[in-house]
């Protein structure tokens, strides 16, 4: 493959950029494989309620859940927003995470040059959002969902797991 011949850029300049843009790639990777762990613990938790019967000692077991349900949902929806599904509806919705290293990635790949400073800024930024939130989610699964599970294992029920990372997007984010 040949560049432009009306393109002056150097090796390292490109090289930079394809940087720039697979470590977007690869945080991008990671929310959405965070994304999709946490939609399969719902899934789970969604038919553990529906296979409880209807009785006093389910019921702390069906409050555990919903707890942990808006716990597991509050972490979602900083990474990415399911409301957005066509692109007029970025307009109405705010982007989250996903969004933002998507744009980015956009925008760093739009010429064949050196990312800005700015883009290198924005992508440290984001990077440091996303170790945030995936920190949140590994405290999530530590203490709250262990808990959860020990409540759970108590009314001898089967435990609800998460999923190893790497699942394909489709498998989960296809329900919504």
Do not use: C
């Amino acid at each position: 493959m040949k560049l432009d011949p009306r393109v002056h850029v150097s090796q390292a300049d490109l090289e930079a950029q394809l940087k720039l843009l697979l470590d977007t790639r690869d945080e991008m990777n990671r929310v959405y494989d965070t994304v999709n762990q946490i939609e399969d613990v719902r899934m789970q938790l969604s038919g553990l309620k529906r296979r409880l019967p209807e009785n006093a000692s389910a019921k702390s077991i069906v409050g555990a859940a919903d707890d942990l349900e808006k716990k597991l949902v509050a972490v979602r929806d900083d990474l990415i927003n399911l409301d957005i599904t066509a692109n007029e509806d970025s307009l109405a919705y705010p982007p989250q995470l996903d969004a933002k290293l998507a744009y980015l990635a956009m925008d760093a790949g739009t010429a064949d040059s050196a990312p800005t400073e700015a883009e290198f800024k924005e992508f440290d930024k984001l990077k440091r959002q996303n170790g945030e939130l995936l920190a949140k989610w590994d405290d999530l699964q530590r203490r709250d969902l262990a808990a959860f599970q020990k409540l759970a294992a108590e009314g001898s029920l089967s435990t609800v797991l998460v999923p190893p990372a790497g699942r394909a997007a489709e498998e989960t984010l296809a329900a919504h």
